[in-house]
């Protein structure tokens, strides 16, 4: 609180008027600070007095008013909504966060985690991570080959006051349908611990290793030894989902087994 009066003042008093007009313990000058106040200080009520040689005034009443504080509003710049990850790829992440009472906060108070998440399931992968505005991390090429595998970015905001606010980011896998044919039709193979019998397809990461295996087997009657796949792979291999160039969400590509008699 700042007053200004003239005509030759000699003394100072401020006084609070709440539940009683007392005298406020250091009020005793043309300036009056308070160390701190809550919402609960709302409507407070102050008046300031002064005296000179000629008698005694009283000011109006001034009302403090008290703002409830507001959480603040964190933002991930990067990566934008929508974006989509591979397997191998560098992924940054930056965000900024304002806020009523505080004006744009400094890194210091943001704070990141990143999630991998799968159906019902989630594991953190990164973070907590506080103090920065900006960071990365790389998905693996050994990483999960689920094609519902997520990566959720939440930026943690917290204001002065210790109000917090979050905002978050999912990254969906970039994903190539695979198709798989046998030699003759039919035939038994497992991906990723997965059993299949061919023709048929799965959607699956670009950039991310598939484990890949098959073995002699009968049908019909019919012993069948394992002879090659098409990408010239053992009967139990590894292979990391190529990306087809002429298409950027669901891609395709074949791998044909071979089996001779």
Not at 206 to 234: C, H, I, P
Request: proline fraction near 6%; hydrophobic fraction near 40%.
């Amino acid at each position: 609180f700042f007053f200004q009066a003239e005509d030759g003042i000699r003394d100072y008093k401020v006084t609070g008027v709440q539940t009683c007009a007392l005298p406020i313990f250091g009020g005793d000058g043309p300036i009056y600070r308070i160390p701190t106040v809550a919402e609960t200080d709302n409507n407070a009520q102050f008046t300031v007095s002064v005296v000179n040689d000629l008698g005694y005034a009283e000011s109006d009443v001034a009302f403090l008013r008290v703002a409830a504080n507001t959480p603040p509003r964190p933002k991930i710049i990067t990566p934008a909504r929508g974006s989509a990850y591979q397997g191998g790829q560098t992924i940054v992440f930056s965000g900024s966060a304002t806020d009523d009472q505080d004006g744009n906060l400094p890194a210091s108070a943001l704070s990141w985690n990143i999630e991998l998440r799968r159906r019902q399931l989630s594991a953190t992968v990164l973070g907590p991570i506080s103090g920065v505005s900006s960071g990365q991390f790389t998905a693996p090429e050994q990483g999960d080959p689920s094609d519902q595998a997520i990566y959720r970015i939440t930026l943690t905001a917290t204001d002065s006051a210790g109000a917090t606010a979050i905002d978050s980011v999912d990254l969906n896998p970039n994903l190539v349908r695979l198709y798989f044919e046998s030699q003759p039709p039919g035939m038994a193979f497992s991906i990723n611990g997965v059993a299949l019998t061919a023709p048929t397809w799965i959607a699956a990461i670009v950039g991310v290793e598939n484990a890949l295996s098959t073995q002699d087997q009968s049908k019909s009657g019919v012993l069948y030894r394992f002879s090659n796949w098409s990408d010239g792979g053992a009967a139990a291999h590894r292979f990391a989902t190529p990306a087809d160039r002429k298409s950027t969400r669901l891609n395709s590509s074949h791998l044909v087994i071979s089996y001779a008699v």
